[in-house]
């Protein structure tokens, strides 16, 4: 994934040192740089982006107030000299706050985020077109307004519950607002079953069957009728020569 950005900052130094950061930063793609934010919503309206560097304290339009009059939702890294301003950066859904001079390592740290935010938005937008790429191994979801990146390998398992899904992982649960038909789309097939209406299991978390019940991380969980004979084909654990009888 590569992020189409816009340097908006009225300080030529500043300036340098963020367009000297991006050229070196392969995921991330420079448009334009801009001294004010006028001139930068002028820009954008032919010049779609993904990404904004903006300084929150400029003459005429601050950073945040030029945030507000955005109609469409752009990733946003805020960078300022004055750490106070920080606090009020964030009532704005900013993905991260630079305070000047900005470091390299600091920067990085911040373009990753935006990239996490960017991938998480691009699955929600369209969760059927965006299986997992060759060799991902994790997803992002978002709870407790954060983006967390959960491997697959430490999930266990999905439980519905109203319009919310419990994550069940190895070391926490997560309250997502997703729908059982997204998340099927952004699992590996190989890895989850969907076992009921209400649950999908790692089939590596699987400990025994006994009934119409699985054991996951030591929870029995229960089999929808629909469901079983697929779970059965997937553990192959169904024997294509026995008679319906047996």
Not at 169 to 175: A, E, F, P, Y
Request: charged fraction near 25%; hydrophobic fraction near 45%.
């Amino acid at each position: 994934m590569k992020l189409k950005c816009l340097v908006i900052d009225d300080e030529p130094l500043a300036q340098e040192v963020l367009v000297q950061y991006i050229a070196d930063c392969p995921s991330l793609e420079l448009l334009n740089v801009c001294s004010d934010a006028i001139a930068a919503g002028e820009y954008l309206r032919s010049h779609p982006a993904d990404l904004l560097f903006l300084d929150i304290s400029m003459p005429r339009l601050s950073g945040i107030r030029f945030v507000k009059t955005l109609t469409q939702p752009l990733l946003v890294i805020f960078t300022t000299a004055y750490p106070e301003f920080a606090a009020e950066g964030f009532e704005y859904n900013a993905v991260d706050y630079l305070l000047k001079p900005v470091s390299f390592e600091r920067f990085m740290k911040a373009v990753n985020k935006a990239l996490e935010w960017a991938e998480f938005r691009r699955q929600k937008e369209h969760p059927a077109e965006v299986p997992p790429a060759p060799g991902c191994d994790y997803m992002l979801l978002r709870a407790d307004k954060k983006i967390h990146k959960v491997d697959f390998s430490d999930i266990h398992f999905f439980e519905a519950t109203g319009d919310y899904v419990k994550v069940h992982t190895r070391d926490k649960m997560l309250l997502i607002h997703e729908t059982f038909l997204n998340l099927m789309a952004q699992l590996p097939d190989k890895q989850f079953a969907r076992v009921h209406k209400s649950f999908i299991v790692s089939l590596a978390q699987i400990r025994l069957i006994e009934g119409n019940q699985v054991e996951v991380a030591g929870r029995m969980i229960p089999i929808g009728l629909v469901y079983k004979e697929g779970l059965l084909e997937t553990l192959n654990l169904v024997n294509p020569n026995a008679s319906s009888n047996h």
